[in-house]
């Protein structure tokens, strides 16, 4: 247990320093990825709904504190939008398949892989959407060009989702069996 939170706090920190530093580095059409976000879905298919909170959370404070953009846009989208996407795709309680399949519904859940693109997919939509919102509001008319960039880095950041999905997965140990007791 110790490890575990040790190996998800070393994580968190990375995934800060990434989004920091790196995510403006590796941008196409001069547009970066959202890596927290991304590394959020990762950890919300891999370990559950407290850690996603938990790590955005805390990602989205040390973003709002470090590197202020809109005021408390982090803080609290980062957040919202980890929690939707852990609602639509964390994994099912073995009480919701049971209801599911009680019901008539197949009951279960989908493949880990395809969960965490969906919820890289959804997290990052509803952030760019509200993003779109918000300049909206602030009186700038939304033009061809700011829907292109907001779908280079909805679809950037789902693909890096995709990407580092499996390495992140092995890292944290969700690849390993569990012993038979």
């Not at 919300?44 to 407290?50: D, Q």
């Amino acid at each position: 247990m110790v490890k575990r939170g040790l190996t998800f706090g070393l994580l968190t920190l990375l995934v800060y320093l990434l989004q920091a530093t790196v995510a403006k580095h590796i941008a196409l059409w001069n547009v970066a990825p959202n890596i927290a976000l991304a590394m959020i879905a990762i950890v919300t298919v891999a370990l559950g709904r407290k850690y996603t909170f938990f790590m955005a959370l805390t990602i989205g404070y040390l973003l709002e504190i470090m590197l202020p953009a809109l005021d408390y846009i982090n803080l609290i989208l980062l957040p919202a939008c980890a929690m939707l996407g852990a609602l639509a795709f964390s994994d099912k309680s073995e009480r919701k398949l049971e209801e599911e399949r009680s019901m008539g519904k197949r009951g279960g859940n989908l493949p880990a892989h395809i969960r965490t693109l969906l919820c890289a997919l959804l997290s990052i939509a509803i952030f760019e959407i509200v993003n779109l919102f918000y300049i909206y509001l602030n009186g700038i008319v939304i033009d061809g060009d700011q829907l292109q960039r907001a779908t280079i880095s909805i679809v950037y950041t789902t693909a890096l989702a995709g990407v580092m999905q499996f390495p992140v997965r092995w890292w944290l140990g969700t690849y390993r069996l569990k012993k038979a007791r």
